[in-house]
């Protein structure tokens, strides 16, 4: 497992849309500019693959850009969380 794990880049695979890892300084500006908490955005563990890949760490947010067929490209957030397992 860990073998396939080394030799296939997830995030390389035409499925798995950008993830980048936004500053504290953005991640401010994102929970100012909708009011919200980081506990009010959707979840990711930090055992997810992708989060593997970028290294994120639990407490950091993930601004996810996805082809839209409507706008060319939509953005979503995620929080990673730590998992309990």
Same mark, same amino acid.
């Given at each position: 497992m860990v073998i396939k794990e080394v030799l296939f880049?997830?995030?390389? +695979?035409? %499925?798995? &849309?950008? +993830?980048? /890892?936004? @500053? *504290? =300084? *953005? =991640?401010?500006? %994102? %929970? =100012? #500019?909708? =009011?919200? *908490? @980081?506990?009010q955005i959707p979840k990711i563990f930090d055992t997810d693959p992708?989060? /593997? @890949?970028?290294?994120? #760490? &639990?407490g950091q947010i993930l601004k996810i850009k996805r082809k839209s067929h409507t706008a060319e490209e939509s953005f979503s957030y995620r929080f990673v969380v730590e998992s309990s397992v």
């Open positions: 880049d997830i995030m390389n +695979h035409d %499925l798995v &849309p950008l +993830h980048q /890892i936004i @500053s *504290e =300084k *953005e =991640k401010t500006d %994102l %929970l =100012k #500019k909708y =009011k919200i *908490e @980081s506990n992708v989060c /593997i @890949s970028i290294g994120a #760490k &639990p």
